[in-house]
């Protein structure tokens, strides 16, 4: 490949912008990104999550999904491909649950967490703060992530000068729901959105997404 394709130069240059801006550096920054399969979302992930552990010592963060088989079987081993490929791969200890620094002294406080969310136990999405640094929140296939979770998630983005992302993306599986109401619904103003149509990415395969669409109508709910 020779770069990233445009809708991910898009979010790229979104987060950019807004921590080289001093009047929104250090207010979150919102991106939710709803899409069709295969557009590139798990790599995006990746490479945001390289670049923010990489360009900041002490970053901190954590990435959730809508299910534990997901993070562990989708996002985990995307993560694991994009850092192993980088050129510092040997500054991070990648493993299933974490990417920390291999610097001893550092470990604790400069790491990404792969934590599943648990609705009976939402505290456990709470805790996560880095005044005076960076916090990097992600929720892949957050469609299905329910409000107690989105709610518990935004209580760690009130540190001040403070560097936090937030980001969340999913197919819109289901018409409700924060991850449906910050896309579409009443509070898409506080967010950076993108609809992303697989049939205009690059590298999708177009000849199989116009079957589908010919199959089962451009309005049906699998389409």
Do not use: M
């Not at 807004?18 to 709803?34: D, F, G, V």
Request: charged fraction near 30%; hydrophobic fraction near 35%.
């Amino acid at each position: 490949e020779t770069g990233p394709r445009k809708w991910q130069r898009e979010v790229l240059v979104e987060i950019r912008d807004h921590l080289s801006n001093p009047e929104t550096r250090h207010t979150p920054c919102q991106i939710a990104i709803s899409s069709g399969h295969d557009v590139g979302k798990s790599a995006l992930v990746s490479w945001i999550t390289n670049w923010a552990l990489s360009t900041f010592e002490g970053a901190r963060g954590t990435i959730t999904a809508n299910t534990k088989t997901q993070l562990d079987t989708k996002t985990q081993p995307e993560i694991s491909k994009w850092f192993r490929l980088a050129i510092n791969a040997d500054w991070w200890d990648v493993n299933v649950t974490s990417v920390k620094t291999i610097e001893d002294q550092l470990r604790d406080e400069w790491r990404i967490d792969l934590v599943p969310w648990s609705e009976d136990n939402p505290a456990a999405a709470a805790g996560l703060h880095n005044k005076n640094k960076r916090l990097l929140i992600i929720f892949d296939e957050a469609s299905e992530i329910p409000l107690v979770i989105f709610e518990t998630a935004e209580g760690v983005t009130l540190d001040e000068n403070t560097e936090i992302i937030f980001l969340i993306a999913g197919n819109p599986t289901i018409n409700f729901g924060p991850f449906f109401d910050a896309v579409f619904g009443p509070n898409r103003h506080r967010w950076k959105i993108h609809v992303i149509d697989s049939r205009d990415v690059e590298g999708t395969n177009k000849k199989k997404l116009k079957e589908w669409e010919e199959d089962n109508g451009e309005d049906s709910d699998f389409f």
